[in-house]
Structures are given as structure tokens and as C-alpha cells.
């Protein structure tokens, strides 16, 4: 098995998509770590009398309707919504894979028990259910974390159960049982190599749409709670300014695509270098 993973980790670092992607995250994380230190602006320093500056040497990326500096504002919330996209997708991910391991392998009424929740789950839209969840517990990042968690598992499950259903009937499954192998070994060591990499690619383009939600759950004021700067919600807030202040939108904008292609990236790279070769 370590030599899978070590041939695998070689095929990453040789692959050009994943390594562009794993710069450009690299970059990214350089940026939000070590940008505010560099610029002289509180994020979240009021000023009317700088209301509305359109980029310049002072500013870089101009200011907002209430004098606060776009390029700090921006940076502040790359570590706001790098900490939403890991724990609203690393969760349901890891919560969805047990679930559909379990559920693919063990088959049976527990298979039939488990796919039945998951259908009643996605009978209901996606929105309505952390809209739901989110409204009941009241808002903030934890209960925020929580709602997506319970909703967003079933995609994982799905695709992760769909997988184990044709990889258990292979032959060397079969071998592994002959061997007197147990289910632990033959799922960790065996099932789990061969049905990762769909939903780890699904993760990663997972990432950004949760950015999204997280934004709408900011219109109803459910989400990020002012002042506290996200790049969804400074769109959001810019949109009534686009045409006199197109910065305000502009920038988080530009943030979100770049997450979006590092991702993506990441996604074709680790799709190419985890997929078993035949």
C-alpha cells in the first residue's frame, strides 16, 4: 500500500495541473498569512471622509462606502473563507466517505436503511435544509459548520457508495477474502484506495460553491456577521455601488476566481495521480 501512495505522490508533484494548482495555493496562503502584516490599513477602520476612493497609491484597491480599505478588507477575508471552504468540505467529506464505505461494502438492510435517509435528504433542496438548520440554531460560524455538515454528506455518501458497489465484486476483493483478510484491512487497504479519488476531485470543486452558499446564507444574515469581512458579503455589499464603485465588488470577485482555478487545478491533478492505472 505505501507503494501506491509513494508512486501516487510522485505523480502529483510530475503532473502540471496539480503543481500549478499547489503554487498557486501556496501563493494564496503566503498572501493571507503574511499580507496584512504589510498593509497600514485596519480592515475594519471606519472613515467617510474616504468613502468611495477608486484605487490608487494610497489605497491599491480603493475604499467602500464607509472609507474602509478594499485591499485589507480583502486579505482579511481570504483567512475567513479559507477556514469555510476546509471545514464546511472536509467534514461532509470524511463524514459522507464513512457513510458510503459502510453503506457500498456491508450492503443489506443497512445499505437499504442508509440510502433511504439519503434519499429523504435530497428530496429537499439544498438552501432550504441549512437555511433550516442555520435559522433553528441561530447565526455564526459554528452552527453554520454544523448545517452544512448535515446536509452536504449525501453527495459524498453517494458518490463514495456507487464506487465501493463495483470495486467489492472485482477479483481481487474476492482474493483478499480467500486470504482470510479482514473487512477492515480489505476496506481501508483495498476499497478505499480504488474509490477516493471521484470524491476528493468532487471536494475540491465542492470548495468554491460552498464560498457561494456561504454568501447567500449572508443576504438572509445567517452567515458572516459584520463586521466581520468575507468576500461574498463585500460583493454583496458592493452591488449597490457597481457602477460609481466597482471596485468594492470587483476584488473579492477576482479572489473567489482565483480559488476557484486553484481548486480546479488541484481537482484534474490529484484526479490523474490517485485514479488506479489499469
Known amino acids: 500500500m505505501s507503494g501506491y501512495y509513494g508512486e501516487a505522490a510522485r505523480r502529483l508533484f510530475h503532473n502540471h495541473s496539480f503543481a500549478a494548482g499547489f503554487a498557486l495555493l501556496v501563493l494564496l496562503l503566503a498572501i ?14 471606519v472613515d467617510f471622509g474616504l468613502a468611495m ?8 484597491m480603493g475604499t467602500d462606502e464607509m472609507g474602509r480599505d478594499v485591499l485589507a478588507r480583502v486579505l482579511a477575508a481570504g483567512a475567513v473563507d479559507l477556514q469555510i471552504a476546509v471545514i464546511c468540505v472536509a467534514l461532509p467529506f470524511l463524514l459522507g466517505t464513512l457513510v ?4 457500498g461494502y456491508i450492503g443489506g438492510l443497512t445499505d437499504v436503511a442508509l440510502m433511504r435517509l439519503v434519499d429523504i435528504l435530497w428530496a429537499f ?4 435544509l441549512v437555511i433550516s438548520i442555520v435559522g433553528a440554531l441561530g447565526p455564526g460560524l459554528s452552527n453554520m459548520y ?8 449525501i453527495s459524498f455518501a453517494r458518490i463514495v457508495r456507487a464506487e465501493v ?7 481481487f476483493i474476492e482474493a483478499a477474502k480467500v486470504l482470510g483478510y479482514s473487512h477492515t484491512r480489505i476496506v481501508l487497504r483495498h476499497v478505499l484506495p480504488n474509490v477516493i479519488t471521484p ?11 460552498t464560498i457561494l452558499a456561504v454568501t447567500a446564507l449572508g443576504f438572509l444574515g445567517l452567515g458572516i456577521q459584520p463586521p466581520t469581512p468575507e468576500w461574498g458579503a463585500m460583493i454583496a455589499e458592493g452591488q449597490n455601488f457597481i457602477l460609481d464603485g466597482w471596485w468594492i465588488s470587483v476584488f ?21 495521480a490517485l485514479r488506479p492505472k489499469s
Open 32 to 45: 493571507v498569512a503574511f499580507g496584512p502584516l504589510l498593509v497600514p490599513h485596519d480592515p475594519l477602520e
Open 53 to 60: 476612493l477608486p484605487p490608487g497609491s494610497e489605497h491599491w
Open 100 to 103: 458510503g464505505l459502510v453503506s
Open 125 to 128: 433542496p439544498f438552501y432550504v
Open 146 to 153: 454544523l448545517a452544512f455538515t448535515l446536509v452536504a454528506w
Open 165 to 171: 458497489l463495483v470495486v467489492k465484486r472485482l477479483e
Open 199 to 209: 470524491a476528493i476531485v468532487f471536494m475540491m470543486s465542492d470548495v468554491v460553491l
Open 252 to 272: 473579492p470577485g477576482l479572489a473567489i476566481v482565483y480559488i476557484g482555478i486553484t481548486f480546479a487545478l488541484l481537482g484534474d491533478g490529484i484526479d490523474d
